[in-house]
């Protein structure tokens, strides 16, 4: 079985990097939030190898005496240990940047020895740092990058990523009637790229992706010279599959999900990932359009969602304006999925006493 590596910066995502720079000084020492508790969950409970990857600038020059550096560094490894964290190895270039040496990251130099042998994974290894350097040292070396700070990554992210798997999936759905691509990120920050030709249908999309905290693109191309029942009911269709890819096991997640007012309305939005598509609607509405969306239609987009993704669905609205009802339903549904879809890696098990969902 080929070997996996996590290739681990030090400065920056192990500890805090101090203004100077330099981990000179037992003072200076801050382990960064929750790196103690979530290295020691993948170290406990992955195969991933452990490799430590730091430049050091100038270290063994007048400007960083290795008689500052190594108290430091053994102090660091020392508390690491103390929690079961222990390194398979520890790679350090001391070059300054203008010296352009090929051990320096993002160059590869001192990880050839992983590129060059057939027994280790590098395709499905990580590089975990915290600058644009590391991410490019990933991507010469072919691993994913995970960047402590950017678009909220955190050390509980980065197990739950590592340990569990990202939860990203695709779909694409063409009939004669539309042609339908869908993106899902159940773990993103709410970035929406939506396209379906129907202006209202894509803002009410818009609510479920930036509301659940999940990246989401759709596009659709369909027979609106017919009419829109089949853009919306096959987006739904298309949509629902993708929540069920993205889920995968489910193991770990809560499972269960939301009410929220708008304005004059109330909308409840409440699901079940069970495994068992069902829909009970209690939604009326005196309009026969919202926008350019026919409200005949949300029954259907509701009812084919619940259908693909395999999840029950109760859904009641009251109010007076047809807009805000609707739309307080699209945002009860996309929090209602935020609820169900969070992922407890510690405890990571079906939330089913049949076993099975």
Request: charged residues 30%; hydrophobic residues 35%; contains cysteine.
């Amino acid at each position: 079985m080929m070997k996996r590596i996590l290739f681990i910066d030090r400065d920056g995502t192990l500890v805090e990097e101090p203004h100077d720079e330099q981990v000179d000084a037992l003072e200076k020492i801050r382990f960064t939030k929750g790196v103690f508790r979530n290295l020691g969950l993948l170290r406990k409970k992955t195969d991933y190898r452990f490799v430590m990857v730091s430049n050091q600038d100038g270290l063994g020059t007048a400007s960083f005496p290795e008689d500052t550096f190594w108290p430091a560094h053994n102090f660091i490894l020392q508390a690491l240990k103390g929690e079961g964290i222990c390194f398979d190895d520890i790679l350090i270039d001391s070059h300054f940047p203008e010296d352009n040496a090929p051990t320096r990251k993002p160059q590869t130099g001192l990880v050839r020895k992983y590129m060059d042998n057939e027994d280790y994974d590098l395709a499905n290894s990580y590089v975990i740092g915290d600058r644009e350097t590391d991410e490019r040292f990933a991507q010469n070396i072919g691993c994913k990058a995970l960047i402590l700070g950017r678009d909220g990554m955190t050390w509980d992210k980065i197990a739950e990523i590592v340990f569990a798997g990202e939860r990203k999936a695709e779909v694409k759905r063409a009939t004669k009637e539309t042609n339908i691509e869908v993106a899902l990120d159940l773990d993103g920050n709410g970035k929406c790229n939506i396209a379906t030709g129907l202006g209202f249908f894509d803002h009410m999309l818009e609510q479920i992706g930036k509301h659940g905290g999940m990246d989401l693109s759709i596009s659709c191309k369909g027979d609106l010279n017919v009419d829109e029942h089949h853009t919306i009911e096959d987006t739904a269709l298309a949509l629902g599959e993708c929540l069920l890819k993205a889920l995968g096991s489910k193991r770990g997640i809560e499972r269960y999900g939301y009410s929220l007012p708008m304005d004059d309305c109330m909308a409840h939005v409440c699901l079940d990932f069970g495994g068992r598509p069902w829909l009970t609607w209690d939604a009326s509405f005196k309009r026969e359009y919202v926008g350019d969306m026919p409200t005949e239609m949300f029954y259907h987009f509701f009812k084919s969602l619940s259908d693909a993704a395999r999840m029950n669905l109760f859904v009641r609205a009251e109010g007076e304006n047809e807009h805000h009802k609707i739309e307080g339903i699209f945002k009860a549904l996309a929090r209602s999925l935020k609820m169900a879809v969070k992922r407890d890696i510690y405890h990571y098990e079906l939330p089913s006493t049949k076993g099975m969902l």
